[in-house]
């Protein structure tokens, strides 16, 4: 496989303008969905750490249905909500750090919201819910990006492995150092697009095992594109 070597900015930026073209134009323009509370985004967000969405939204519906009040979730016995989240896998380290982020916005806070940071900055807002256990810069991003709908760009599994492949980092760059690197290429106003179509792209056709190249639209401009249509 080839290994690309890390571009300069300016032709990161290019070739971010180049790829959010073409992805727009076969899957859209997605647009912000009706947001829940930010509070209700940070925690589906931690749910949906290492699993499916399917499994973390049936998570959340769940801790919902038998604890309707944040206070019950920090109230309860860990074991119980680890039950409640069981779909979402990790359960047992997934609970106990929900309940140390709710009990920690309730002694800092006086009360279970996170109305505060829509007064705040994206970087003050970044800072302070990666103080939070078990937050990192991915879970922060999502948390403005689909709670309060800041033009920022979180990097999952998907969106680190198609960068990594395209050449827009370098292969061993982390998905943390991704988000650093791809933050400043994005063109304004176009990251909550560019986010969910390149998920889109890469569930659909850059899979993580045997990637569709030959069908795939990026093909031309893609350094790890193959021929038959597989990678090493
Ligand atoms: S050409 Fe292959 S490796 Fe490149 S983005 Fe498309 S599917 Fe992924």
């Known amino acids: 496989m080839k290994r690309s070597p890390r571009p300069d900015a300016a032709t990161l930026r290019t070739c971010v303008r180049r790829i959010d073209f073409v992805l727009r134009k076969t899957y859209g323009d997605p647009k912000l969905a009706p947001a829940r509370s930010l509070l209700g985004q940070l925690i589906e967000t931690i749910l949906s750490q290492n699993t499916t969405d399917t499994n973390s939204s049936r998570a959340f519906r769940e801790l919902r249905r038998r604890f309707p009040r944040w206070d019950d979730v920090a109230a309860a016995r860990p074991s119980a909500v680890a039950q409640a989240i069981w779909s979402a896998g990790l359960a047992n380290t997934k609970a106990p750090r929900i309940q140390a982020i709710l009990r920690r916005i309730q002694t ?3 009360r279970l919201s996170l109305a505060h940071l829509r007064k705040m900055s994206n970087s003050a807002a970044m800072d302070w819910l990666l103080s939070l256990p078990g937050v990192g810069p991915k879970t922060a991003a999502c948390v403005l990006l689909f709670g309060m709908g800041r033009d920022v760009f979180p ?13 827009m980092v370098s292969h061993f760059t982390s998905a943390e150092k991704t988000q650093e690197q791809m933050a400043g290429a994005i063109p304004k106003g176009r990251a909550l697009a560019f986010h969910i179509n390149l998920i889109r792209h890469g569930r659909l056709i850059c899979r993580a095992q045997r990637p569709r190249c030959a069908v795939c639209i990026l093909a031309a401009m893609c350094p790890s594109a193959r021929d ?3 990678r090493d």
Do not use: F, K, N, P
Request: charged share 35%; proline share 0%.
């Open 108 to 110: 800092e806070r006086g």
């Open 155 to 167: 990097v999952d599994t998907h969106i680190h492995r198609l960068c990594r492949r395209l050449g």
């Open 228 to 230: 038959d249509g597989s």
